[in-house]
């Protein structure tokens, strides 16, 4: 890119172009951004080319032709985008009456809601609750990794993740299960062709095939298998998971520090109503661990809201609350 060129946030971003503010399209963090076609947009380096006309300035404040409008997002006296700004704590309390009813309303609205899980959600056993979202249409999009969707299906198959029982207790040759499962999937071709052959009978995988609920799983250099659907080229995998956080209009990050993080620098802080106006995106993280919650928050993804606790606690309340809610209308 040139030099000078303005770096993206995911605030929202006016340019001036011949006298009027624009917004640019497919806003996000660590881009630039292109005018193109009569239209604004943000794209990374790697999509940009020579000869594109690229935004450039230092200042936001509309100076220099680009202003961000941080205000309503910081308030006080920072009013700017800014990293390692967190206020993370185990005790803050929990409001699933609120996300309940987020969840509703981005399904009743035909919304986005993109969840990203991590393995723990298979172990902790959460997978029945992840199903149940799915199947009853509050799953836009599931991200996840490979071992994800492997320890799930091993789970559909044999009863175990990495051999251990629904118990806790470790099945003898268990160590192998999750291989096995692997090996079955790829003799039938894909996930879905093993969920229509009838060898995954249930479980997260089961309901985005069933349900008709996309999934993109991303892959890692310590995968084992992969799965055939695990893309395993990390520019086509960023591509794969942008196609969706375009759209997102809600996001749920559960029990998963990497495909968390790289979930929230491709999310915009904000969606566009169909009126025109801005909204901030709901963006809920949550993790046993503060240190997931806070460095999500200190790279730059403000808006997310951190949950402190266990990923089958999490799920199984949540469920509760969501069931409840509607149960009163």
């Known amino acids: 890119m040139p030099d000078g060129f303005f770096s993206t946030t995911n605030l929202p971003t006016y340019v001036k172009v011949e006298g009027a503010w624009r917004l640019p399209n497919e806003p996000r963090m660590d881009g630039g951004i292109v005018f193109e076609g009569g239209e604004l947009w943000v794209r990374e380096g790697r999509q940009i080319r020579k000869g594109q006309l690229v935004a450039v300035a230092n200042a936001e404040d509309g100076k220099e032709g680009i202003f961000v409008h941080a205000a309503p997002f910081f308030g006080g006296e920072h009013g700017q985008f800014e990293f390692m700004a967190s206020e993370v704590s185990r005790e803050k309390p929990i409001d699933y009456v609120t ?12 919304g986005y809601t993109v969840w990203v899980t991590g393995p723990a959600l298979v ?20 991200l996840a990794g490979n071992a994800v969707a492997v320890h799930d299906i091993e789970a559909s198959i044999y009863g175990t993740t990495l051999g251990m029982t629904r118990t806790g207790e470790i099945k003898q040759g268990g160590h192998g299960l999750h291989m096995r499962a692997i090996n079955m999937v790829r003799a039938a071709g894909s996930i879905a062709a093993a969920v229509e052959q009838g060898l ?22 310590r995968d084992d298998g992969p799965l055939p659907d695990v893309i395993t080229d990390m520019l086509q995998a960023q591509n794969a998971m942008r196609a969706h956080t375009m759209k997102a209009t809600m996001a749920v990050l559960v029990a998963t520090a990497l495909h968390a993080i790289a979930t929230g620098n491709m999310l915009p802080a904000f969606v566009m109503e169909p009126g025109g106006g801005l909204r901030e995106l709901p963006t809920i993280c949550v993790d046993s661990s503060e240190f997931v919650v806070s460095k999500l928050k200190d790279r730059g993804s403000h808006q997310a809201f951190g949950v402190v606790t266990n990923a089958q606690d999490f799920m199984h309340i949540l469920r509760l609350y969501v069931e409840r809610e509607l149960e009163s209308r």
Request: aromatic share 8%; with cysteine; hydrophobic share 45%.
């Open 99 to 110: 996300m309940a009813k987020l969840l509703i309303t981005q399904r009743d609205q035909r």
């Open 123 to 142: 172990h902790s056993r959460a997978r029945g609750d992840m199903s149940w979202f799915i199947a009853n249409g509050f799953v836009g999009v599931l």
């Open 200 to 221: 995954i009978k249930d479980g997260i995988m089961h309901a985005c095939v069933t349900s008709k609920v996309p999934f993109v799983l991303t892959g890692s250099i």
